[in-house]
């Protein structure tokens, strides 16, 4: 059974918040630079290549988004048994979420062949680009049971206060993805040179390693996965279905905007595509810190909540705001000076180049208040509110964000495009800090009267 958890005692908040935070930062930083290597080796081959990994990215993102979805559910749901100190629920969670996992990936594979060239052509890639994306994109599918066994098993580690060992898993995958990709790509003595199914199989056979660690955390280390009736497992994915299915809904939303944002970068020609890609990646690992708060936030307001410790609820919230306000002014600062040079990482090509600069410089002046937005949406979920967080997401993608990027396009083009899309996540920002404040000051209130 889980042996890391917080203290759930009254004290001081930061320090614990940070203790699960740094070992996340590794796990993150191992994700980003796992994403990193892939568009860096595979710039290597090419500018068509770079805009073809950057069409498979909503894609990727749609099925992350229904994985994310799920495992922000029985996270959730994980840490509040946690926190109420019920090792028996924990551990049947724990087992369904494995058994989900697996009934998941035999749906994916068949359905994305089936579906590709009605989704790769509706983003806008043509007869050119089509087959170096299938080319990717069937190995892909065919592996993707390690693409979602280990992001929930990580999930359900990181809600028992675990932090370490998803640290672990995560760090094996980069490492192993950063040898296997140039050797799968390129080819090295009797392996021959695989090209972007090359870096397919990088990808799939380091996940399938993390899959191995996952199980061994989880089932011999922990004693986690156990033998389930069928009533526990309905009940037990029930209870992960609460946050869950709302979380899905949001993220299988999500990637549609992101594929009708690149749509519209499509209008500006392949190059414009290949430095959107570029932009994106480079976001990720800007935006790392707070993807690891989030993670270390999540079984911290969960567990508090099941201890119905309300006022580290609030504490802990607070200083995880003023964490991604102080580090998003900072990081923005620093790309926007450096963006030339970093996209130049990425491709010898001007027009890629200049593409990628003009994101960085305008669309992420969003990524302080992205932050805020994040740590907000994953505070109502570990609350087991998924409501506000739903509305939030929806609020944010179709309401502002969409909109404001279609009349930036129309009217200043590409730089209104990327500055609108940034805008869009400022106002759904400050409207989920406002929004989580109320919900934790009704708490408050409430366990005092």
């Not at 994953?378 to 998924?386: E, T």
Request: charged letters at 10%; glycine letters at 12%.
């Amino acid at each position: 059974m889980p042996k890391s958890r917080p203290k759930l005692t009254e004290g001081e908040i930061s320090p614990t918040l940070v203790r699960m935070t740094v070992p996340m930062l590794v796990a993150t930083a191992s994700i980003v630079i796992f994403n990193l290597t892939d568009t860096y080796f595979i710039g290597m081959l090419g500018g068509k290549q770079l805009a073809a990994i950057s069409y498979t990215f909503p894609v990727v993102m749609f099925l992350g988004g229904i994985v994310m979805g799920l495992g922000m559910g029985a996270g959730s749901a994980v840490a509040r048994r946690v926190g109420a100190r019920d090792n028996q629920g924990t551990s049947g969670l724990a087992t369904s979420v494995a058994i989900l996992g697996f009934l998941l990936a035999m749906v994916v594979a068949p359905l994305g062949v089936v579906t590709f060239d009605t989704v790769f052509g509706t983003m806008g890639a043509d007869e050119e680009i089509l087959p170096i994306i299938y080319e990717y994109m069937i190995v892909w599918y065919s592996g993707s049971l390690f693409f979602i066994a280990p992001m929930l098993g990580n999930a359900v580690l990181r809600a028992t206060g675990d932090t370490k060992s998803s640290m672990i898993t995560m760090s094996f995958a980069a490492g192993m993805n950063i040898i296997l990709d140039p050797v799968l790509i390129f080819g090295i003595g009797p392996i021959p040179a695989l090209g972007m199914a090359g870096a397919a199989w990088a990808t799939i056979i380091s996940r399938a390693a993390t899959l191995v660690v996952s199980i061994y955390i989880l089932h011999v280390k922990m004693g986690m996965i156990r033998k389930l009736s069928f009533g526990d497992f309905a009940g037990s994915i029930s209870e992960i279905l609460k946050v869950g299915g709302p979380a899905v809904g949001v993220n299988i939303l999500q990637p549609i905007a992101i594929g009708a944002v690149t749509a519209m970068v499509s209008g500006y020609g392949q190059a414009a595509v290949a430095g959107f890609g570029v932009g994106t990646r480079v976001e990720a690992f800007a935006f790392m810190p707070v993807m690891s708060m989030s993670a270390a936030l999540m079984p911290f307001v969960g567990q508090n909540m099941g201890a119905r410790l309300h006022v580290r609820i609030r504490d802990g919230i607070s200083f995880c705001h003023k964490a991604a306000l102080l580090w998003g002014g900072a990081a923005y600062t620093i790309i926007a000076v450096l963006a030339p040079y970093i996209a130049m990482a990425f491709s010898d090509s001007e027009p890629i180049c200049d593409s990628a600069a003009l994101y960085m410089r305008l669309g992420f002046i969003a990524i302080p208040m992205a932050g805020v937005f994040h740590l907000s949406v994953i505070s109502f979920n570990a609350l087991g509110r998924p409501g506000p967080a739903a509305v939030l997401n929806l609020s944010r993608m179709f309401i502002l964000l969409l909109p404001l990027a279609y009349i930036g396009h129309l009217v200043f083009g590409l730089d209104g495009l990327f500055f609108g899309m940034a805008m869009g996540t400022v106002l759904g920002g400050a409207l989920s800090w406002g929004w989580i404040r109320a919900v934790v000051a009704r708490l408050l209130d409430t366990a005092i009267a």
